[in-house]
Nanobody, 126 residues
Framework: QVQLMESGGGSVQPGGSLTLVCEAR????????IAWFRQTPGKERERVAT???????????QYADSVKGRFTATQNKAKNTATLRMYNLKPEDTATYIC????????????????WGQGILVSVSS
């Protein structure tokens, strides 16, 4: 079992920055994938970033076009955390952000992750 805990959400003005942290607790594998999704009412869930987490790994990443160049995902395998740094935030980035965990390499292209966090709210408004 793996439990995921998100932290770092909140409110910010357009153009501002926020950092989200996803901590994996429990029976974590030596290598796994963390994805960040976001969800707003009435809209389809969107995956914004994926990172490969491993001991000594370079943290290969993948981003949605909507956030490329503004969001950066990093990993700290020793602490079992994945961080999503969000810059130049826009009102359309407002959503509940959810991290997900899986060990399958298919995590790069499928959304069926084994473990999910509760989600954390990010609000961007003036």
């Amino acid at each position: 079992q793996v439990q995921l805990m998100e932290s770092g959400g909140g409110s910010v003005q357009p153009g501002g920055s926020l950092t989200l942290v996803c901590e994996a607790r429990g029976n974590t594998d030596s290598r796994y994938y963390i994805a960040w999704f976001r969800q707003t009412p009435g809209k389809e869930r969107e995956r914004v970033a994926t990172i490969y987490c491993s001991d000594g790994g370079d943290g290969t990443t993948q981003y949605a076009d909507s956030v490329k160049g503004r969001f950066t995902a990093t990993q700290n395998k020793a602490k079992n955390t994945a961080t999503l740094r969000m810059y130049n935030l826009k009102p359309e980035d407002t959503a509940t952000y959810i991290c997900a965990h899986d060990v399958s390499p298919r995590s790069w292209y499928r959304d069926q992750f084994e473990y999910w966090g509760q989600g954390i709210l990010v609000s961007v408004s003036s």
